[in-house]
């Protein structure tokens, strides 16, 4: 009989309410507690959720951390991150955090260090790398179709610029998947980095373009918070033809074209794939699940590396 795992969850936005409900579905959860913030608000959903539900909705975190519980998902915004999380691994849960894995890499460092010391699973939530399209991609990509690569593009932007509640910055928030997209297709060593950014409307950067290369392999990242139609795109350009991902199913309807090149010169041979649905929030659950079940702490640097990155980025004039 497989293991009933138990969870909860911190923080009930946006993006807590979308893992909540993609993981209904598995049967081999239950969800027990939803937890909300101190004080009461207007826009709090966890109450009207947990009768949804049928689970415990509470405004005490202390509960959860003295339950029974095997993980806890952390949805609240990164400036509780190092505090929340900091407690949720003292409690001995395993947990799945947001990106960006705290405000800065000390941050990201002290609460890896302590999902290692308590050997607990710490999964930051880059949920990208679990899209359908992506993952399909990564998967051509891996079987060398493409050849020796020449260079890959990833554009991730909105308009999200005065709704955006994170305080940490477009690099910090949608620039941050970029980054472990590129950590996904090409490995964890990288040569050499430039990078721009602007502030217009935030108080952060909310605009930037960065080249990163990876031995000859030259990549580019655009995000941005003022780019007023949402937009991804991911390209891999190599020897023997190439991938784009169009878009990403939240927004409608994705398509990865894989072309093969044809010599000397002219039209590839295409191929296109679509996808309609979202599972990228239900796929990075059923790889949290997976690695608590084989008590796993392969992931649990991810996040530490992406923030080290994005400090080293922050660092260049």
Avoid at 60 to 71: G, P, Q
Avoid at 233 to 252: D, H, R, T, Y
């Amino acid at each position: 009989m497989v293991k009933m795992i138990k969870i909860g969850l911190v923080g009930c936005g946006n993006i807590g309410t979308k893992r909540l409900m993609s993981i209904l579905k598995d049967k081999t959860v239950r969800i027990k507690y939803i937890v909300g913030p101190n004080k009461k608000t207007t826009n709090c959903k966890g109450e009207e959720l947990s009768k949804k539900i049928k689970c415990i909705f509470t405004r005490d975190i202390n509960i959860i951390l003295n339950s029974d519980v095997d993980a806890v998902i952390l949805s609240t915004g990164p400036t509780l991150f190092k505090e929340l999380g900091a407690r949720i691994l003292k409690a001995k849960k395993h947990m799945l955090i947001e990106k960006p894995l705290g405000l800065n890499d000390s941050e990201a460092s002290y609460l890896t260090n302590l999902a290692n010391k308590n050997k607990l699973i710490l999964k930051t939530g880059f949920n990208l790398r679990f899209d359908d399209g992506i993952k399909k991609a990564s998967e051509i990509f891996s079987s060398g179709a493409l050849g020796e690569i020449y260079f890959s593009k990833i554009d991730y932007v909105n308009g999200s610029v005065k709704t955006n509640k994170n305080k940490v910055g477009a690099l910090s928030d949608i620039g941050s998947h970029s980054l472990n997209l590129i950590e996904y297709f090409f490995g964890k060593k990288i040569d050499r980095i430039l990078c721009k950014k602007n502030s217009h409307e935030h108080q952060k950067d909310d605009n930037g373009f960065i080249i990163l290369k990876i031995k000859k392999i030259l990549c580019s990242i655009h995000f941005s918070f003022v780019r007023w139609k949402n937009e991804f795109s991911l390209e891999i350009s190599g020897k023997n033809g190439f991938l784009k991902v169009c878009s990403l199913p939240k927004w409608g309807t994705q398509t990865l074209i894989y072309g093969k090149r044809v010599y000397p010169s002219g039209k590839p041979i295409m191929k296109n794939y679509y996808y309609t649905k979202d599972n990228s929030w239900y796929n990075e659950w059923l790889h949290f699940k997976n690695l608590i079940r084989n008590n796993d702490l392969k992931d649990n640097y991810e996040g530490l590396r992406n923030m080290k990155l994005i400090n080293k980025i922050n660092k260049i004039k």
